[in-house]
């Protein structure tokens, strides 16, 4: 038995006024197109089919090869147009999930549930519904007495006492293959649109006599489409709250979750403490029994145990156990702190290794450095990385200790122990056990 997902996304997205297409624009920091796929993997399917058109390239460029495969739908001509687009990619499986590819709020367990529903009914169409307070614009379920279904009607479609209609269509079903696509032949664009409706294929199964289900969840954020850039908003809400909840519930603290910010992908250990103002983005693991925070903005990185980080911003930075950080400092793409590293106040580290237990405590550019275990570097300590036009490494060896306002002018070799006097500027490679002194004799001259 295969199952595929079709998630129907060539649409633009007008109501966005935006030049990419709708499904691009991330949510928590993922497309929401990315969410509804996640969400079918997730749920088990076999295999995701992305019906795309409007901005293609954009939305399968989100994708790593073999994640999922594209139909092409070049005109819009309606959501059963659409899904017949995507019938090719799919004959030989039993079952389809169809999906919209603009509700980011799906999760799994929705799919789940009406997949499961499907099976056990045996039905050839289950269409997922939900009863909302304003159903205006959705598609409304009509039912028959006895409480099967019997059509859906489209808003623009629609008389005054369907409108009454609360209950509505989700637009995501489960659906056998065989009988769909032969169902699909026969739909028509005889309505307010003059498109293709999807829905039209269920009713024409029901008319033929073959079992069309509904299953009414109570899960409205699953299917809240986003159209505009205000429920945009909403959805990020949603999801960060569900994400906060998560960690939550998974052993790390979040002192306040409504100034926390947390990408669905982050990944935090228990016992950490998230203090407010910090966002963190990417796929970030942070380790267990950390501080992370107050004010801290943290992208694709990889933080170990006990780390401490405060008011700081790190990108693409990798910082091992036991390491405190800032507040104020700034770890560029490619610094790496090894166990027990300190980095203080106004310290920026560019593409450097800083070895165990090695400290930057204030003020310093540390870029192209290549940094032993337990070295001192002194308040206002510059590697001179970059000569206008080559960058150039700086290498300290295990235990030096650099003079405050050291000016280290690379490529540049210090050997172990050894120390640079304070404000030196040093051009020449330092031996190991030596002491640098580079700087014009003082002179005390009498003041008139
Ligand atoms: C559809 C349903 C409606 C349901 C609603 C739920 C139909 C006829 N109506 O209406 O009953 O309540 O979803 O949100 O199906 N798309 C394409 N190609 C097209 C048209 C649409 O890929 O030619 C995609 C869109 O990009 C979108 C999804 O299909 O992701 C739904 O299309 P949309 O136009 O939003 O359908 P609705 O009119 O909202
Ligand atoms: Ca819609």
């Known amino acids: 038995m295969t199952t595929s997902a079709v998630?129907?996304?060539?649409?633009?997205?007008?109501?966005?006024?935006?030049?990419?297409?709708?499904?691009v624009h991330r949510v928590a920091g993922k497309a929401m197109v990315k969410h509804v796929s996640d969400a079918a993997r997730t749920a088990g399917v076999d295999k995701v089919v992305i019906v795309v058109g409007h901005g293609r390239d954009s939305v399968e460029a989100l994708f790593q090869p073999g994640e999922a495969e594209f139909?092409?739908?070049?005109?819009?001509?309606?959501?059963?147009?659409?899904?017949?687009?995507?019938?090719?990619?799919?004959?030989?499986?039993?079952?389809?999930?169809?999906?919209?590819?603009?509700?980011?709020?799906l999760q799994a367990a929705t799919i789940k549930a009406l997949l499961e529903h499907h099976r056990q009914n045996r039905a050839v169409a289950t269409v997922l519904s939900t009863q909302v307070d304003n159903p205006y614009g959705y598609?409304?379920?009509?039912?028959?007495?006895?409480?099967?279904?019997?059509?859906?009607?489209?808003?623009?479609?629609?008389?005054?006492?369907?409108?009454?209609?609360?209950?509505?269509?989700?637009?995501?079903?489960?659906?056998q293959v065989n009988e769909v696509t032969a169902a699909l032949a026969g739909i028509g664009t005889d309505n307010q649109q003059g498109e293709y409706y999807v829905t039209e294929a269920l009713t024409i199964l029901m008319r033929q006599g073959h079992k069309v289900e509904i299953l009414q969840v109570d899960a409205r954020e699953d299917i809240y489409g986003i159209n505009d850039r205000i429920q945009l908003a909403q959805a990020e809400k949603i999801l960060r709250q569900r994400k906060n909840a998560a960690l939550m519930e998974s052993g790390v603290t979040i002192v306040d979750p409504s100034t926390t910010y947390i990408d669905l992908d982050v990944d935090v250990g228990r016992d950490t403490i998230i203090h407010p103002g910090s966002i963190i983005e990417g796929l970030t693991q942070i380790g267990a029994e950390c501080q992370i925070g107050p004010g801290t903005h943290i992208t694709s990185s990889v933080i170990g145990d006990r780390v401490v980080i405060e008011h700081s911003r790190i990108k693409e930075a990798q910082v091992g156990d036991d390491c405190t950080i800032g507040p104020y400092a700034y770890l560029r793409p490619g610094a790496v702190l090894h166990r027990n590293v300190k980095v203080g106040d106004f310290v920026e580290i560019k593409k450097s290794i800083l070895g165990e237990g090695?400290?930057?405590?204030?003020?310093?550019?540390?870029?192209?450095?290549?940094?032993?275990?337990?070295?001192?570097?002194?308040?206002?300590?510059?590697?001179?990385?970059?000569?206008?036009?080559?960058?150039?490494?700086?290498?300290?060896?295990?235990?030096?200790?650099?003079?405050?306002?050291?000016?280290?002018?690379?490529?540049?070799?210090?050997?172990?122990?050894?120390?640079?006097?304070?404000?030196?500027?040093?051009?020449?490679?330092?031996p190991a056990d030596t002491l640098a002194v580079e700087r014009a004799q003082q002179k005390n001259l009498r003041k008139k």
């Open 71 to 105: 139909a092409y739908q070049e005109l819009q001509l309606g959501t059963g147009h659409a899904l017949m687009q995507a019938m090719n990619k799919v004959q030989g499986d039993d079952t389809i999930i169809v999906l919209a590819g603009d509700t980011p709020l």
């Open 7 to 23: 998630i129907l996304a060539a649409g633009k997205g007008v109501r966005m006024r935006s030049h990419l297409p709708k499904v």
């Open 139 to 175: 598609g409304r379920i009509v039912r028959n007495p006895d409480g099967s279904f019997r059509d859906i009607i489209e808003e623009k479609d629609a008389r005054e006492e369907e409108k009454q209609i609360r209950e509505i269509n989700s637009g995501m079903y489960a659906m």
């Open 358 to 430: 090695s400290k930057a405590p204030h003020l310093s550019y540390i870029g192209d450095a290549l940094i032993g275990k337990g070295v001192n570097i002194g308040a206002g300590t510059i590697t001179c990385n970059y000569d206008g036009k080559n960058k150039w490494e700086t290498i300290l060896e295990d235990g030096v200790f650099i003079g405050s306002n050291t000016n280290l002018v690379a490529p540049i070799r210090v050997g172990a122990n050894s120390m640079t006097g304070a404000g030196s500027t040093i051009t020449r490679d330092i």
